[in-house]
């Protein structure tokens, strides 16, 4: 259980479930105002935390600098949204709604604060006034639920909004290769044989050759021609090594949120001359 002592440490510190998941971080924690004893915390879930989720923290647990709450991830994510009045109270039938979903059962809440549960009473505000809630109901004080101290001074708060990025998978992208054919044209030179009939006359020279044979009779003599022809054959080459890098690109993208502000308004108070106005 989570003790008042404890809440500095808490505010503003991640918030995990039971399998070690971070689920936010812890923004406001609600009190009981009858026992006041830590009844809830809020996280910040959801893309930047844009959302805020409320878990009851009677069984959660101050692990180092971390709260870690029996309910899973998606389980808070999913809780009922619900609304904090202007004293930052929860009523009693918010409360119940949640208990329900978180199955918490309600007469055990009511005997364990004695028989009589009051609205829940915000302990802290936003970011960047989280320590103060170590105040929160020391003696001389009233709850900060109330916004009042014992100087009859009331302090006014405003939410900030805390943009930051996550690095998420947008897209993948992968190199293959594949085969096409496609005509190629190459001009080669080929050579050829032709038969061509030469004739020349009976010289000295030549008698001896020309006398050799029959004087008079037939005779056949044969002569092979040769041609070239293209022969083509492939072989297979390396040509270039293509690979993927990835380049980051930085653009500017606008982000809309709405923040809750405090505002102060006195009733029944004349106004004050100028000079006599003091400015807070």
């Known amino acids: 259980m989570i003790t008042r002592d404890e809440i ?4 503003d510190h991640p918030v995990y479930d039971g399998d070690g998941n971070k689920i936010g971080d812890a923004k406001h924690v609600f009190f009981d105002d009858m026992t006041g004893r830590p ?4 996280v910040k879930t959801g893309m930047f935390g844009s959302s805020e989720s409320f878990i009851p923290i009677h069984d959660a647990s101050l692990v180092e600098d971390h709260l870690e709450v029996p309910y899973g991830k998606d389980k808070v994510k999913g809780a009922p949204k619900v609304d904090v ?8 039938s918010e409360e119940h709604r949640l208990y329900d979903y978180y199955g918490v059962n309600w007469d055990n809440v009511l005997t364990d604060d004695t028989g009589e549960t009051g609205e829940g009473g915000m302990a802290a505000g936003t970011a960047g006034t989280a320590g103060m809630a170590g105040t929160a109901g020391a003696p001389g004080t009233a709850e900060r639920g109330t916004g009042m101290r014992g100087d009859d001074a009331m302090t006014r708060s405003e939410e900030e909004m805390h943009v930051g990025v996550e690095r998420r998978e947008s897209g993948r992208a992968r190199l293959r290769k594949y085969v096409v ?3 190629v044209q190459q001009t080669v030179p080929v050579r050829h ?4 009939v030469e004739r ?5 020279e030549n008698r001896g050759d020309a006398l050799s044979g029959p004087e008079i009779g037939e005779a056949e003599h ?3 021609l040769h041609a070239e022809r293209p022969v083509v054959e492939t072989e297979a080459v390396p040509v270039e090594r293509v690979r993927l890098t990835t380049e980051e690109q930085t653009e500017e993208e606008t982000v809309h949120g709405q923040v809750r502000k405090e505002r102060i308004e006195a009733e029944g108070v004349e106004d004050l001359p100028h000079n006599q106005r003091r400015t807070e």
């Open 200 to 204: 020349e006359p009976i010289t000295d």
């Open 181 to 183: 054919t496609e005509e």
């Open 193 to 196: 044989e032709e038969v061509r």
């Open 222 to 224: 044969e002569v092979t």
């Open 39 to 42: 009844e809830w915390v809020s």
């Open 8 to 11: 500095p440490i808490l505010l």
């Open 85 to 92: 009045d202007a004293g930052g109270h929860l009523s009693a």
